[in-house]
């Protein structure tokens, strides 16, 4: 999949969010463990974003394992989130 698309899809998650009241940052060239974070009153939430024109997301374990063992801080209040665009729907994965 290009880097354009993946790109295109971060900023339809991003607009997606700040229509939610979000103030949303995107992490630069997308080297970090999380394309985006998401900020608003309330919460935080840490995304990675992740698409493809066929039906199904992979993910490699690596870096399922990474996201989903990211250390909070003691207070943190927010989420650890997958966005997959899949074939042509949204399915939000929460990590614990």
Known sequence: MSKR???????????ILERMGYVVTRSSASLGMFDLIAV??????????????????YMNKEELD????????????GAKEIWK????KWNVEGLE
């Not at 698309?5 to 607009?15: F, N, W």
């Not at 665009?85 to 042509?88: I, P, Q, S, V």
Request: hydrophobic content about 30%.
């Open 5 to 15: 698309y993946g790109i295109g899809k971060e900023r339809e998650v991003r607009k």
């Open 85 to 88: 665009w899949e074939g042509r």
């Open 66 to 77: 990474d996201i989903r063992n990211f250390q909070n801080y003691p207070k943190f209040v």
């Open 40 to 57: 608003n009153n309330k919460r935080i939430r840490l995304i990675q974003v992740k698409a493809t024109k066929s039906k199904k997301v």
